[in-house]
Nanobody, 126 residues
């Protein structure tokens, strides 16, 4: 069955970096869009970045453009989120997700995703 497992979260000081991993199984990673999302305490889940299947187009929320980079390693069935210049407002639970339909363009819309990982905590604090 479809599974997504996040790792790499932790606590970091402002300006620091973290690299999150989303290890997948049960489907071909290059057939399906993958998104990264986060949820801060008391706030709704929001899209952070995503990558399409066919052409590997990438998209970013305005709040993370120029600081975060999404990438995919098909040989490892893993999608990464490199996060640099972290800010306290980046704090939250980060989750990866995928869609049920293959070869669709990735979006940052939470409602478009069907399968979710359990999430990993990222805390940015001095």
């Amino acid at each position: 069955q479809v599974q997504l497992v996040e790792s790499g979260g932790g606590m970091v000081q402002p300006g620091g970096s973290l690299k999150l991993s989303c290890t997948t199984s049960g489907f071909r990673l290059d057939y399906f869009a993958i998104g990264w999302f986060r949820q801060a305490p008391g706030k709704e889940r929001e899209g952070v970045s995503c990558i399409s299947s066919r052409d590997s187009s990438t998209y970013y929320a305005d709040s993370v453009k120029g600081r975060f980079t999404i990438s995919r390693d098909k040989s490892k069935n893993t999608v990464f989120l490199q996060m640099n210049s972290l800010k306290p407002e980046d704090t939250g639970i980060y989750s990866c997700a995928t869609v049920e339909k293959p070869f669709t363009r990735a979006t940052l819309s939470v409602d478009e995703y069907d399968y979710w990982g359990q999430g990993t905590q990222v805390t940015v604090s001095s």
